[in-house]
């Protein structure tokens, strides 16, 4: 018998309802972006983004359950973004799911964002456990083993600066607008990414962690050496070498993941991206090329299911549903919740490697 849940996202910058079925059907996924209200800033501003979320999570609940036809009778259970994230909206949408509970009598599910990236392949797909997930957005970066739901090994993660991060703070630098990511692809696409000779942290290293400070602090000197202010030329050559960096050190990190994947699952390898970066053709067609060479099968979900959305939030809900895993009222919202507890702390800042 189907599932039916309710799924809210207020993580970050986006305001997220959707209404999904066990059987892979979306109902709805309504996204509303606050793009035009960070843009000024050059990031988002975390006051900024609670406030809209409290202006417009009860009129986006309610357009998404008239966009499936349903009501909330027709659900078996709202699931809401709990953490890890910007911890007033994280408030936002995990009281929004509380109250709808509280006042249906239906299950509430508070999921990990994390888990909702690392099960979106499930949704769009018969993918089988376990699998290997390179996890790149603009909070986290990390390579996970994903044995099951709730059951996650972290292999490696960033040890200073998320990704997503770096893309932003690099497009905000050379003043091509926000969000970076989206930015920096555009001008990268008619630059020469030769041009200026870039760093790639940890590159040739063993392990599988990330770093990407000492990239943006090298784009910064190369930007401040050239002419003021750069001109369109600098910009794109800039942002394509920036982007070329930023691929090599993601596919050489990931490379080594896959061999320790296999030491743990012998067989093939199923490697997954997710999180808002995985909608960058250029790291798309380089994990490609790396599945291919390795003799992976690779699963990337489609762009709209990248990015922070509902829809995901709503099937790790029914995942975990399934798995017989609820949530009482009382939970509570957590600004930090890594998907691996156990796993050590990355080298870096004291800690040694």
Not at 194 to 209: I, S
Not at 245 to 273: S, W
Not at 291 to 305: I, K, S, T
Request: glycine share 8%; charged share 20%.
């Amino acid at each position: 018998m189907s599932t039916t849940v309710l799924g809210i996202e207020t993580s970050c910058d986006e305001t997220a309802a959707a209404v999904v079925t066990s059987d892979r059907t979306i109902r709805a996924n309504l996204v509303l972006s606050q793009m035009a209200e960070h843009a000024p800033y050059g990031g988002v501003v975390p006051e900024i983004a609670a406030r809209s979320h409290i202006d417009h999570i009860d009129r986006l609940v309610a357009d998404a359950l008239a966009a499936a036809d349903m009501e909330f009778a027709d659900l078996d259970a709202v699931a809401a973004t709990a953490g890890p994230g910007l911890i007033g909206g994280v408030m936002v949408g995990l009281m929004t799911a509380k109250a709808i509970a509280a006042v249906t009598a239906k299950p509430l599910i508070a999921v990990n964002h994390l888990e909702g990236h690392a099960l979106t392949p499930r949704l769009i797909g018969d993918l089988v456990f376990p699998y290997l997930l390179l996890l790149v957005s603009g909070g986290h970066c990390q390579l996970l083993s994903v044995d099951g739901v709730g059951r996650y090994r972290r292999l490696g993660t960033t040890i200073d600066d998320a990704v997503g991060e770096a893309f932003d703070k690099t497009a905000k630098l050379l003043d091509l607008g926000y969000p970076g990511g989206p930015a920096i692809e555009r001008w990268a696409e008619t630059g020469d990414a030769a041009r200026f000779t870039l760093p790639r942290p940890l590159r040739g290293r063993p392990d599988c962690h990330f770093s990407f400070s000492g990239l943006k602090t090298a784009v910064r000197h190369a930007v401040a050496a050239l002419p003021q202010p750069p001109d369109d030329r600098d910009k794109a050559d800039m942002a394509a070498s920036f982007q070329a960096a930023v691929v090599d050190c993601l596919i050489d990190r990931t490379t080594n993941a896959i061999a320790v994947f296999r030491k743990m699952h012998p067989g093939a390898v199923r490697l997954v991206v997710a999180g808002g970066v995985a909608a960058n053709s250029s790291l798309r067609r380089a994990l490609g090329d790396l599945a291919d060479a390795q003799g992976c099968a690779l699963a990337v979900p489609p762009v709209a299911l990248c990015t922070d959305n509902a829809a995901m939030i709503a099937w790790a809900g029914i995942e975990r549903f399934a798995a017989g895993l609820t949530d009482p009222l009382d939970c509570a919202a957590r600004a930090r919740w890594p998907l691996d507890p156990t796993a050590p702390p990355a080298p870096g800042a004291g800690v040694k490697a």
